[in-house]
């Protein structure tokens, strides 16, 4: 009885390690604890050109996460439609915010951020960003580089 | 010529007789599936098992797990550091863990551990007429004796999995933090933000959910179908070990081609 007893303790206490190890997982190393459970809204914006913005990419304000891309469709001018998910926390952001795709570091992903209007109106569902500032594509910049370049040099002979 | 003959109809007959296998081992995991409601309501006899099986299992996980996540975090950083993306060392070693590493080490070492050990009880019963001594009593050893091992190398093996990934976690995190001197805040800030619960976290469990599945499967089967003397009990134990293993790797592929394939 008394090994039985012991077997039982034991049982029981790999059973909740392993639950244990689960929620540490969820938590501590996925994101289920900033994910946000609570409600949010949607925004959309057109940009001529997204670069590599993804699905889920964060979307922030002065640097503050404040949501994520939910969305990337192109729509029936050829613009790409990226819808945001927005955090409700953050309803008071002016309705003529603008919004432009940024690059973390030099190589890093990529993401939105707003720049705060001057609106007494806030965002609500389905509003759209009308000021929008596309990705900067480093190859376009290049070659725009390179053909100012060579622009220059018969001029300088 | 009728050596010719002779090759080609023993070609047949080890198609044959693996197609037989096969179909006998179908037939095997549908009777215990339909077994377990009756082992569910005898929780007694599952729980004596998952302690064999699991918790016995539970040193050599954790110990692994372990060393695992700190070799990780080592050779994570020497390459990293390369590219200065020391940053994103929790994020490689959480990934690495969660997708792919957890679920397959644990999976490897669960086959060895305790997949053997079903095997060969399995068929040391089998041999010494314990299985037949108990359909003579009319007590059917699929639902007594098979269907609450299957059951608790079920469950045992997502929980195993876990424990491995947190344990491999927390081994990069000391070499990582302790050791080398990461930031601790950006270790784990970068590995929340890279790593999804749902496509991470989530696909590592059902991973090492059909793994329990298809280990445990091979294990009681064997020991199940093996041949009743100590040199097939020896035969069958090492098939479980050789085949569970080669099985887990192949299905991982799948699995991961299914899961992280598109995008």
Redesign the interface.
């Given at each position: 009885m008394g090994s039985n007893k012991a077997?039982?303790l034991?049982?029981g206490?790999?059973?909740l390690?392993?639950?244990?190890?689960?929620v540490?997982?969820?938590m501590?190393?996925?994101?289920?604890?900033?994910?946000s459970v609570n409600e949010a809204y949607h925004v959309q914006a057109r940009f001529d050109n997204i670069g590599q913005l993804k699905t889920?990419a964060p979307v922030t304000i002065g640097g503050v996460r404040v949501g994520r891309v939910s969305d990337i469709k192109i729509d029936e001018n050829f613009y790409a439609l990226v819808t945001m998910k927005i955090d409700s926390s953050y309803h008071k952001i002016p309705s003529d915010s603008g919004a432009t795709i940024l690059t973390a570091g030099l190589l890093g992903e990529q993401y939105i951020s707003l720049e705060p209007g001057g609106a007494d109106e806030s965002l609500k569902e389905g509003d759209e960003l009308l000021v929008t500032q596309s990705a900067l594509v480093l190859e376009k910049l290049i070659s725009q580089f390179l053909y100012s370049k060579a622009e220059e040099t018969p001029a300088s002979k | 010529m009728s050596s010719v003959l002779n090759y080609i109809r023993q070609l047949g007959h080890w198609v044959l007789g693996r197609v037989e296998r096969t179909g006998r081992a179908s037939v095997f995991i549908t009777e215990v599936l339909a077994g377990t409601f009756t082992a569910l309501a005898r929780f007694n006899l599952v729980?004596?098992q998952?302690?064999s099986v699991?918790?016995l299992t539970?040193l050599i996980i954790t110990v692994s797990g372990l060393f695992v996540g700190m070799v990780l975090g080592l050779q994570g950083y020497y390459t990293l550091s390369d590219f200065g993306a020391e940053s994103s060392l929790g994020l490689l070693v959480?990934l690495s863990l969660?997708r792919e590493l957890g679920p397959v080490v644990a999976a490897l070492l669960f086959a060895g551990r305790a997949g053997s050990a079903l095997t060969a009880e399995i068929g040391l019963m089998k041999a010494t007429e314990q299985l037949a001594g108990m359909e003579m009593m009319a007590v059917n050893p699929l639902t007594r004796v098979i269907a609450p091992r299957f059951l608790a190398g079920l469950i045992?093996m997502?929980?195993?999995a876990?424990?491995f990934?947190?344990?491999g976690?927390w081994g990069g995190q000391i070499v990582g933090v302790g050791l080398i001197g990461v930031d601790d805040g950006i270790f784990?800030s970068r590995?929340?933000?890279g790593?999804?619960?749902y496509d991470?976290?989530l696909n590592?469990?059902i991973k090492s959910v059909v793994f329990g599945f298809v280990v445990t499967w091979i294990a009681v089967f064997e020991g199940y179908d093996c041949v009743p003397t100590s040199e097939g009990v020896s035969r069958a134990t090492t098939r479980t070990v050789v085949n569970a293993s080669l099985a887990v790797l192949g299905l991982d592929f799948v699995l991961t081609s299914l899961m992280f394939g598109e995008i």
């Open positions: 077997m039982e034991a049982v206490v790999f059973v390690a392993g639950i244990i190890a689960l540490f997982l969820a501590k190393v996925g994101n289920l604890s900033t994910a889920r | 729980r004596h998952i302690f699991g918790v539970l959480a969660t045992s997502p929980l195993l876990a424990i990934t947190a344990m976690v784990w590995m929340q933000s790593v999804d619960f991470d976290v590592g469990v």
